[in-house]
């Protein structure tokens, strides 16, 4: 019996068909989302875990020795939310950026918002390229 593969782990889904999960107003949303991702990672979209939009992807380890890869930076869309993956503990690391973003939610390593047009995207950005940088160079 040959071992499963990694839940986070790119899939042949088409970006496409990820992306539509956002519906009206939200929909052309992802778009910008798309854009922005694509624009700080220089990387193409892929889809990871079959709903998770990933750009570039790194390999990481932890103490414990579990490791496995995750991508760069990725956003999932969904019916009622936008999720983007940012790293561990953000909200505690720039506490000024999240005064300063928007209607949000934070946990963990998640950022969710309803709308884009509830962000200030220059702080949305500036979480993107902090998080970008610190997993960089994290796995160098």
Do not use: N, Q
């Not at 839940?7 to 929909?27: F, I, K, N, Q, Y």
């Not at 750009?55 to 869309?77: C, D, I, K, N, T």
């Amino acid at each position: 019996m040959s071992a499963s593969a990694p839940a986070m782990s790119p899939t042949g889904t088409p970006v496409s068909e990820v992306l539509d999960r956002a519906r009206g107003p939200r929909r052309p949303e992802v778009d910008d989302l798309l854009a922005l991702f694509g624009d700080l990672t220089g990387e193409p979209p892929v889809v990871w875990a079959g709903r998770i939009i990933g750009f570039g992807e790194v390999e990481y380890r932890y103490e414990s020795g579990h490791g496995g890869r995750m991508p760069l930076l990725a956003f999932a869309p969904g019916a009622s939310k936008h999720t983007v993956y940012l790293v561990s503990d953000f909200a505690e690391k720039w506490p000024d950026l999240l005064e300063r973003l928007g209607t949000h939610r934070a946990s963990t390593a998640c950022l969710y918002f309803t709308r884009l047009s509830g962000i200030d995207r220059d702080v949305l950005r500036e979480l993107l390229e902090r998080t970008l940088a610190e997993t960089r160079a994290s796995s160098a």
